[in-house]
């Protein structure tokens, strides 16, 4: 008898191991089936530079996307900072770019946003060991935790929301997310297969090798902070990826390549002739 029972509680663990994914599945899709508010789409298109860029399709992939996003991802204000749905909207809508080739089936959570007001002070040594990422620059910006944490400054989002210019500070702490979703955020993210990971590692540390070579003469194109290490060069090229691709095109051809399969999307089409009528800063 007591075996009997013990068989049959590991039947119904298994049952609902297996009942969870689908659940999750069925109640995402029922989600992005639904008609994106009319209100949601005016703050893009009236807050939002990139938005304005984006193909019909794209702009379809992002608005399914996005209504997961905002129905799964808890947000805390911190410092005082009271999170309306605009922050959660815009936040997310940037965060949303970079998830349209991550499968929805076995991605049990988005991460957990902290939001304070402006850039933040932290206190004490970050080590790797603690598993964590960060952006210092003298202050924090941003901080992207394995455990699924993002930490981000409102006034830093507002402004990445009017420029196409590389910096990003969204794009940057959910790449880092991306990144760590194989267990560790080391710059190679979770890849299909063997040969996609060694032509990953030779496209990327050849230009990683390049910036921290042009960093060292004091003439780096693209953001210093890339050479820090392969996971902030991958979060780095992530910013330029979505924001500045016809200079990631120019500079790294490679790694522009390699990103847009990875990310399946292909900014170059959306802000090529822009950027290039415009260069960098757009008001
Ligand atoms: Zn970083």
Do not use: K
């Not at 394995?146 to 400054?153: C, E, N, Y």
């Not at 390549?257 to 260069?279: H, I, M, N, S």
């Amino acid at each position: 008898m007591a075996l009997y029972l013990v068989f049959l509680v590991a039947i119904l663990i298994i049952a609902a191991m297996v009942y969870a994914p689908i659940r999750r599945r069925r109640h995402r899709q029922a989600l992005a089936a639904q008609p994106f508010p009319r209100q949601w789409r005016l703050v893009l298109r009236e807050r939002w530079l990139l938005y304005r860029y984006l193909p019909v399709d794209v702009r379809f992939a992002l608005q399914r996307q996005l209504q997961i996003m905002m129905a799964n991802t808890e947000f805390y204000g911190c410092n005082g900072l009271e999170v309306t749905e605009t922050m959660r909207l815009l936040t997310l809508a940037q965060a949303a770019l970079l998830y349209r080739n991550i499968s929805q089936d076995q991605l049990a959570s988005f991460p957990t946003v902290l939001l304070y007001p402006d850039a933040f002070v932290r206190e004490g040594e970050l080590t790797d060991e603690l598993g964590l990422v960060s952006r210092q620059r003298h202050i924090m910006l941003g901080e992207s935790w394995q455990q699924g944490r993002v930490i981000l400054s409102w006034s830093d989002i507002e402004q990445d929301l009017r420029r196409l210019d590389g910096h990003n500070l969204v794009i940057h702490e959910y790449a880092h997310q991306i990144d760590g979703y194989d267990g560790s955020m080391n710059g190679a993210p979770l890849l299909p297969n063997e040969t996609q990971y060694r032509r990953w590692t030779r496209v990327m540390t050849a230009a990683f090798e390049d910036v921290n070579h042009q960093v060292q003469w004091g003439e780096s194109p693209i953001d210093p902070y890339a050479s820090t290490n392969p996971a902030e060069f991958f979060a780095v090229v992530s910013e330029y990826f979505f924001t500045q691709p016809d200079l990631l095109q120019r500079l790294y051809p490679e790694v522009y390549t390699l990103l847009a399969g990875f990310y399946r999307q292909q900014p170059l089409e959306w802000l090529g002739e822009v950027q290039r009528l415009e260069q960098s800063t757009i008001h």
